[in-house]
């Protein structure tokens, strides 16, 4: 545990050379599944500490936000590889990227734990901190995108904010269409 907290401090800071050993760390899926079930759990575990969910409502509301990461997740990956490898003329596979999207995931952690901290859905009056909130948390995840185009699939420096730029755009579209 104390490893995967190490490596998620250095994808926050978008460290080249982590997101270049994971491609080689043969636990690096298993501990991104980690990652992104945790992520998942934080909002609804917080708004419920909060009293702003309901703990009847707890268990149902968790499991469609663990969920809705998870897919979130595949979605993602799934973009940046067919952004990377089929457009932008990177190569490699989808499993190459796959745990490196999840350690993209880590600066949402950020923002899933301040979301209910700082947000009422109840008062009405915090819109645009929910706002800020999630453009902060998009910008940041495709900044780790653009590092796992990078490491994963050698797209070009002048290609990989593309490919950032649209899978972040892609994978917001689908996840609110699908969830």
């Given at each position: 545990?104390?490893?995967?907290?190490?490596?998620a401090?250095?994808?926050l800071?978008?460290?080249?050379d982590?997101?270049?050993s994971?491609i080689y760390?043969?636990s690096?899926?298993a501990?991104?599944v980690?990652?992104?079930?945790?992520i998942g759990?934080?909002?609804?575990?917080?708004?419920?500490?909060?009293?702003?969910?309901?703990?009847?409502?707890?268990?149902?509301?968790?499991?469609?936000?663990?969920?809705g990461?998870?897919v979130?997740w595949?979605?993602?990956?799934?973009?940046?590889?067919l952004?990377?490898?089929k457009v932008?003329?990177?190569?490699?596979?989808?499993q190459?990227g796959?745990?490196?999207?999840?350690?993209?995931?880590?600066p949402?952690l950020l923002?899933a734990?301040?979301?209910?901290?700082?947000?009422?859905?109840?008062?009405?009056?915090?819109?645009?901190?929910?706002?800020?909130l999630q453009l902060?948390?998009m910008?940041?995840?495709?900044a780790?995108?653009?590092?796992?185009?990078?490491?994963a699939?050698?797209?070009?420096?002048?290609?990989r904010i593309?490919?950032a730029?649209?899978?972040?755009?892609?994978?917001?579209?689908?996840?609110?269409?699908?969830?």
């Amino acid at each position: 545990m104390q490893r995967i907290a190490r490596n998620a401090g250095r994808a926050l800071r978008l460290d080249r050379d982590l997101y270049s050993s994971l491609i080689y760390d043969g636990s690096a899926t298993a501990d991104a599944v980690l990652i992104v079930l945790v992520i998942g759990a934080i909002p609804p575990l917080l708004g419920a500490a909060l009293g702003r969910i309901p703990l009847v409502a707890l268990p149902s509301v968790a499991f469609a936000q663990v969920i809705g990461y998870i897919v979130g997740w595949l979605v993602a990956a799934g973009l940046v590889y067919l952004l990377s490898t089929k457009v932008f003329g990177g190569f490699g596979t989808w499993q190459s990227g796959l745990a490196l999207t999840g350690y993209a995931y880590v600066p949402l952690l950020l923002f899933a734990a301040l979301g209910p901290i700082l947000t009422n859905p109840f008062d009405g009056s915090s819109d645009m901190i929910e706002l800020l909130l999630q453009l902060g948390g998009m910008l940041w995840f495709g900044a780790g995108l653009t590092r796992v185009a990078d490491v994963a699939y050698e797209v070009s420096s002048e290609r990989r904010i593309m490919v950032a730029a649209l899978a972040v755009l892609g994978w917001w579209v689908i996840t609110l269409v699908l969830l």
